[in-house]
Each structure stands twice: as structure tokens, then as C-alpha cells.
């Protein structure tokens, strides 16, 4: 996928969902823990070194699995179609690793689509209303039960 430098520049300027400095092991052989801030923007996970304003790195979490190893403060990225390449996250406490492990599994688009069809399906049980009606998007196949991203 291609990204338009300035517009990944300007979003990671935008508020994070959240944001600290943590340590950070990229998916490179050998690679050590670095202090890095990171921040998440939407689907976008970036890191910067903890003294510049530009991100050196930015993950789309999308098709990748959030996880935390068995009995450590690492939260962990992995990509599905390359399950070697895996971003390593060492949180202060088991309680700030729980909160990013949930923080990224949500910021997913797959994961907010299937809310979105969840709360309209709900809504539409209750009230008989199509929330979606109003916008003109309701027939929409990204907005409909078991639909696949486009």
C-alpha cells in the first residue's frame, strides 16, 4: 500500500487515542529495545525518537494480530501475511500493557466496520429506523452484515 508523505506527516500531528514512551524492538535480526514515543492516530500506529516531531516509522494495523507474550509487559504486533515480521513493545506494568494490547485491537477499520454494523443493526431492533437511512449510504455493501472490505 502507498502512503502520501505529507498526509501521514499531518495525521500524526493530530491527538493520539494514545500515546507514551515505551521501549520498542522493530522485526530486524538483532535489532535491541529503544525508547520511543508512540502514538495512535486512527489505524495508525507511529514512533518517533523521543527528542523529534517527525515520526520515523509509522504500522497500519490492519490484517495483523495484537497480542502479549505469556507472562511479560510485551505487547506485540505481527502482520498475517508475514508472521516473521513482528513489532515488540515493552510496557512499564501488566495493567498499561492490557490497555495498549485493547487500545490497538479496536483501532482496527475491520473492527470499527463491524461495530458500526452491530450498533445499526441494534438501533434498527429498537427503533425500526435505519440510522444509516438519513445519510444515504444504508444500501452500502461496507455497511451490511457479513460484507468484506472493499
Known sequence: MRYNERELLSLSRQPAEK???VLMRAPKKGSALKK????LVVNFLFYFR?????????????????????????????????????YFFECDTEEQCLEWVEVLQRASYEFMRS???????EILKMTGKDPLEQYGISGEARFQLG???V
Open 115 to 121: 461495530s458500526l454494523v452491530f450498533y445499526r443493526n
Open 50 to 86: 523521543t527528542d523529534e516531531a517527525e515520526p520515523i516509522g509509522a504500522l497500519l494495523l490492519e490484517h495483523c494480530s495484537i497480542s502479549q507474550e505469556e507472562g511479560k509487559y510485551f505487547p506485540f504486533v505481527s502482520f498475517l501475511e508475514e508472521p516473521e515480521r513482528k
Open 19 to 21: 500515546a507514551a514512551e
Open 147 to 149: 460484507a468484506r472490505k
Open 36 to 39: 520511543r514515543l508512540v502514538k
